[in-house]
């Protein structure tokens, strides 16, 4: 499943059913999650596509992650798909981090009610699958409207959906709106492709559960100047996204030296979570672990 072209369904379910048969959280020395700089996780579009979801989750656990995020794989579950997602996810010691798929953006003013809608329905899923994270898209430039219109519609909106989620929890954590970019080479039709402007954005909406999730991938495609934006903006970033440019690969694999990226945020302390959101160009877990092991490495500083 592609999220960029997600439409999500609205679900909600019971939490309990008999566990699946399943690696348990005791796993290996080798695979099992290890404390690191910063939390990483997976974003899981990107891998494991053949199998059903519970297996899915089982590799991700194999590879040594324990966060993963979603793209509304969740859409068309019934309550007892719930309750195996569920049941999986405790099993494995996985924790849901963030999804997306919202069938609407935030810089269109004409949609924003269907936005607001949409969020207000997307808390559901997000409450039994104990997900704390919506990440937020703007959607394409609206013909008629001016880039100044377009760019307060974003910062309205996205004050009204903090206002809908403040002070809310889900398993103890606060809701956060992480909003994302999108460059021009994988979609020239949307609205917010420059960080720069997406972090304008987030500042003028001034929320604390309002965020940015930073994607390395796209903004190396897009503008580059990818630390000195972490240096400047990192108080506002709470979710950065990893892949590798050309090809949406693993680091190593092409231009952009994740060495120096995650060492930077060993330098600045950064505590937010780091997703790897790449399509392996070998076997998946393998290269999931030694990302895994590049980026807790090059972090310690």
């Not at 997602?85 to 003013?109: C, E, Q, S, V, Y």
């Not at 990192?234 to 996204?241: C, G, K, Q």
């Not at 392996?280 to 590049?294: S, W």
Request: aromatic share 6%; net charge neutral.
């Amino acid at each position: 499943m592609n999220r960029r072209t997600f439409t999500q369904a609205l679900a909600t379910a019971a939490l309990t059913a008999a566990a699946p048969s399943l690696p348990s959280k005791a796993q290996s020395a080798e695979t099992a999650p290890q404390a690191g700089p910063f939390p990483l996780s997976v974003m899981l579009w990107t891998v494991f596509t053949e199998l059903p979801f519970e297996q899915r989750l089982a590799k991700i656990a194999e590879a040594g992650y324990s966060n993963v995020e979603l793209v509304g794989e969740y859409r068309k579950w019934s309550e007892a798909d719930f309750a195996k997602a569920n049941a999986a996810r405790k099993r494995l010691g996985i924790k849901f981090d963030a999804t997306a798929g919202l069938d609407h953006g935030i810089a269109d003013p004409a949609t924003r009610d269907a936005f607001l809608a949409d969020l207000r329905e997307g808390l559901g899923p997000m409450e039994t699958l104990g997900c704390p994270a919506m990440i937020v898209m703007a959607g394409n430039v609206v013909p008629g409207l001016s880039r100044e219109t377009q760019h307060q519609a974003a910062i309205e909106t996205l004050k009204r959906a903090a206002a809908m989620v403040e002070g809310r929890k889900i398993e103890g954590q606060p809701v956060h709106l992480l909003l994302e970019c999108i460059d021009p080479e994988e979609n020239p039709k949307y609205y917010l492709q420059s960080a720069a402007e997406g972090i304008e954005i987030v500042r003028a909406v001034n929320h604390p559960q309002v965020r940015f999730l930073y994607d390395i991938f796209h903004e190396q495609i897009a503008e580059g100047n990818l630390i000195e934006k972490l240096e400047k903006h990192s108080d506002v970033i709470s979710l950065v996204h990893i892949a590798d440019v050309p090809g949406r690969h693993e680091p190593g694999t092409g231009e952009i030296n994740y060495s120096n990226i995650y060492r930077k945020l060993g330098e600045l302390k950064y505590r937010g979570m780091v997703a790897m959101e790449f399509r392996p160009t070998g076997e998946a877990v393998a290269a999931l672990r030694k990302a895994k092991n590049m980026a807790w490495r090059d972090a310690k500083v």
